[in-house]
């Protein structure tokens, strides 16, 4: 059980593209979803919590016009990074879980490239 | 001070042997507490969480839970090659946000 769904798995653009990420949960619904970044060697980095219903709260530092965050539904976040460059490129992770207090569960992560 | 402390490792530990992983955390209010394993380029996989003081066993892997002495441990008996990845140790805050520790990295060697 508990099983989070991402994709697409890697994606290889031209800079100036704008890329969507889907996370879906699949035999859960999750009213909360979290998207994470992270750097090679380095740890996970929270990017924004998504609330079903609600716009995404995002950390400080995190560009909201870059990294449009939507949570239509109880089974669907998505991630869409607008407008993407070089230095965008990096490993984008979601988690869903069912309420806030319940453990995270992974998605397989996306692979994000821009050249 | 970091709010949640691992030992970045390497950890070496032979097959079959028993790896034990220790975190410490600053926040006493702290409630939960979960392990996640990550291999080299995937995403974190839970193994473990806890919410209350001592032991919790699921199969090979316990997880031990000290809030008196604030820290929280995990142990992988019969470690096996496969075992070795980078091991996470998190907490949710009050917003109900993983905060995490660095990572240990355990190597099991055959």
């Known amino acids: 059980g508990a099983v989070v769904s991402q994709h697409p798995s890697w994606v290889i653009c031209k800079s100036g593209t704008s890329v969507k990420i889907e996370c879906r949960s699949l035999?859960?619904?999750?009213?909360?979803m979290f998207w994470y970044r992270q750097f090679p060697k380095q740890s996970l980095m929270l990017m924004a919590t998504?609330?079903?219903?609600?716009?995404?709260?995002?950390e400080q530092g995190v560009e909201k016009d870059k990294f449009l965050i939507n949570h239509a539904s109880l089974t669907l976040s998505t991630l869409t990074v607008t407008s993407a460059h070089p230095e965008d490129s990096s490993f984008f992770i979601c988690?869903?879980?069912?309420?806030?207090?319940?453990?995270?569960?992974f998605g397989d992560g996306t692979r994000l490239s821009i050249l | 001070q970091k709010e949640v402390e691992q030992n970045s490792g390497p950890l070496s530990v032979p097959e079959g042997a028993i790896a034990s992983l220790n975190c410490t955390y600053s926040?006493?209010?702290?409630?939960?507490f979960f392990w996640y394993r990550q291999y080299s380029g995937k995403s974190p996989e839970l193994i473990m969480f806890?919410?209350s003081n001592g032991d919790k066993e699921d199969g090979r892997f316990t997880a031990q839970l000290n809030k008196a002495s604030q820290y929280v441990s995990l142990l992988i008996r019969d470690s096996q090659p496969s075992d070795s990845a980078t091991y996470l140790c998190?907490?949710?805050?009050?917003?109900?946000?993983?905060?995490w520790g660095a990572g240990t990295k355990l190597i099991i060697k055959p």
């Open positions: 988690s869903a879980s069912e309420t806030a207090d319940r453990p995270q569960h």
């Open positions: 035999d859960f619904q999750a009213t909360t």
């Open positions: 998504s609330n079903e219903g609600s716009k995404a709260t995002y």
């Open positions: 926040d006493r209010g702290s409630q939960s």
């Open positions: 806890i919410y």
């Open positions: 998190a907490r949710k805050d009050s917003n109900y946000q993983l905060i």
